[in-house]
């Protein structure tokens, strides 16, 4: 009995693995289309500054629908980007599209937009990625200084030496560097002190409270307080309630997105937030109707 048992989960366990292999090469098939296809798109979502309640910059996220497959989670298709080396393109692409939505963006007070970019260990690995990044920056006549390139962790641990050198090449420009998912990892305060990250991002995960508010509370302190003392702005993500933004707020937090404040926008909703006078600088506006 017990070996028919075993047997069957087996069986069980090979076509989930089976499934797996599946989904992912028909991911994998498509992806090297995607790009010549158009079926790429960004959407930003709004970066607040908590000491003005205005909107100083937003984050580009990557969209992929493919005829086929629909719309795929980035968590999905960027691992198998970042495996099969289409990311360094589809980076590109993010780059140059982002740059060019954001050329003239003002905010109400008609400062210009910040822009936060994601960009992935392999991106920063070529290098050439420089060259290409300033290329395009020269293209939309953007200047270094709207520009927060968002790395995790990750991109760190690889321990290349020209991911360092590269790095603060990208930092003297004037583009600003943001600690991505902070707290995620094994040694990010470390690389917080190796690197010259001008931000981090405390992730969702430490704000949304999947743990109770007291724990979240204290690590929020903690952090907040360590990255003052490290003049390190500190950015909050995955806000999704008044209660969060009013506890990070009291605690020092300089930046807030999430849900509460605005979901992901595509270049048209974003325009109207920022071009309507009448919207509360917290208003809800809705575009993308559901995420994860
Ligand atoms: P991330 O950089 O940490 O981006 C934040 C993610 O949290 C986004 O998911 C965003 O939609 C989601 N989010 C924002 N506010 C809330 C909230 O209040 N509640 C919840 N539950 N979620 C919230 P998204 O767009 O699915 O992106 C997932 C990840 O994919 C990103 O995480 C980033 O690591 C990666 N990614 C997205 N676009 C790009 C890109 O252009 N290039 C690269 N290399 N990676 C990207
Ligand atoms: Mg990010
Ligand atoms: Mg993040
Ligand atoms: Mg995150």
């Given at each position: 009995q017990a070996k028919e048992g075993g047997k069957d989960s087996y069986r069980l366990f090979t076509s989930e693995m089976n499934d797996n292999v599946h989904r992912r090469l028909r991911l994998e098939y498509h992806l090297v289309w995607a790009l010549s296809r158009g079926e790429f798109s960004l959407v930003y979502q709004p970066l607040y500054n908590l000491n003005t309640n205005r909107i100083s910059g937003a984050e580009a996220l990557l969209r992929w629908n493919n005829d086929e497959l629909g719309s795929v989670a980035p968590t999905e298709f960027i691992p198998i980007a970042e495996q099969s080396n289409l990311i360094y393109e589809i980076g590109k692409f993010v780059l140059d599209t982002a740059m060019n939505d954001f050329a003239s963006l003002t905010n109400k007070e008609g400062d210009l937009l910040h822009l936060a970019v994601n960009i992935s260990p392999q991106q920063v690995r070529q290098p050439q990625f420089v060259d290409d990044f300033t290329q395009i920056m020269e293209k939309h006549e953007?200047?270094?200084?709207?520009l927060e390139l968002e790395v995790t962790e990750g991109l760190l641990l690889s321990?290349?030496?020209n991911v360092k050198e590269m790095l603060n090449t990208l930092h003297d420009l004037g583009t600003e560097l943001s600690m991505d998912d902070?707290?995620?990892?094994?040694s990010s305060l470390s690389y917080l002190l190796q690197f010259p990250f001008d931000a981090l991002k405390i992730d969702r995960e430490f704000v949304d409270g999947i743990t109770d508010v007291e724990l979240n509370e204290a690590l929020a302190t903690a952090v907040i307080s360590m990255a003052q003392g490290l003049k390190i702005k500190t950015v909050a993500e995955g806000v999704e309630t008044e209660e969060q933004l009013e506890m990070l707020k009291s605690k020092g937090c300089d930046l807030a997105q999430g849900y509460y404040l605005s979901r992901p926008l595509d270049i048209e909703g974003l325009k109207a937030l920022l071009g309507?006078?009448?919207?509360?600088?917290?208003g809800n506006t809705t575009i993308e109707s559901s995420e994860d």
């Open positions: 953007f200047a270094a200084e709207r321990n290349q030496p902070f707290g995620t990892g094994y309507d006078t009448q919207a509360s600088p917290l």
